[in-house]
């Protein structure tokens, strides 16, 4: 079946505009996880999703990031004002059920603000 | 807060020689641990796990033991392929129970030459 997909695949930001990243979890998964992994460096924790419900925003690095998931699947990650330190890969991960070990990964967003 | 050490990389090997790459953390908790792999041009995937102490993790060739005495889980394989270079990630899970969140390591590349 298909796995996670991400779009776009690459964006080019110039400062100060605000971007929206889609994540297209694996169908009928109920966790999803949105992690930012910075060059050579590994991935770290942003938000999690529980279907609709976001209950963990603590990595979220400031009120520039948002994040939705309106009906439980697809999911958006939004970042306003972007700036040169935001570029990144961003990926996300769903799981099956909320306390499911294994963890599915997209292919990533790769940001970078000019 | 938790954390998960990784050796300084890259690595490069002949093959079928033997890999060891060290993953050293820090949790409050009883974790699971992980290792993520990144093939070039694809996703991370989960190479291997273990919930508990003393459990082995293992598959395609590459096993991995929870070592609570020593806070670790390497990475092994006996013989290394080609094949086998790609990215790889130390993860552990979180220890609060709140969600399964991984904080990652900084991973390490591994290239493998015929």
């Known amino acids: 079946g298909a796995g996670v997909s991400q779009s776009p695949r690459y964006k080019v930001a110039k400062r100060g505009q605000d971007v929206a990243l889609r994540c297209d979890p694996i169908s009928g998964h109920v966790s999803l996880f949105w992690y930012q992994q910075a060059l050579g460096q590994g991935p770290e924790f942003l938000t999690y999703f529980q279907n609709e419900a976001q209950l963990d925003k603590s990595g979220l690095p400031s009120d520039r990031f948002f994040a939705e998931r309106p009906e439980g699947s697809v999911s958006t990650l939004k970042i306003q004002r972007t700036q040169q330190e935001d570029s990144a890969v961003y990926l996300c991960a769903s799981s099956l059920l909320e306390y499911t070990d294994t963890q599915y990964f997209g292919p990533g967003t790769r940001l970078t603000v000019l | 807060g938790d954390s998960v050490t990784q050796m300084e990389g890259p690595v490069t090997l002949s093959e079928e020689a033997f890999l060891t790459i060290n993953c050293t953390y820090t949790?409050?908790?009883?974790?699971?641990l992980f290792w993520y792999v990144q093939y070039p041009g694809e996703g991370l995937q989960l190479l291997l796990k273990?919930?508990?102490?003393?459990d082995k993790g293992s598959n395609k060739g590459f096993e991995a033991t929870y070592r609570k005495e020593t806070t670790s889980f390497h990475l092994e394989k006996g013989s290394v392929q080609v094949s086998d270079s790609a990215v790889y990630f130390c993860?552990?899970?979180?220890?609060?129970?709140?969600?399964?969140?991984?904080?990652f390591g900084k991973g390490i590349t591994l290239s493998v030459r015929p």
């Open positions: 949790a409050t908790g009883y974790p699971s």
């Open positions: 993860a552990l899970g979180d220890t609060t129970g709140a969600n399964s969140k991984l904080t």
């Open positions: 273990a919930t508990k102490a003393d």
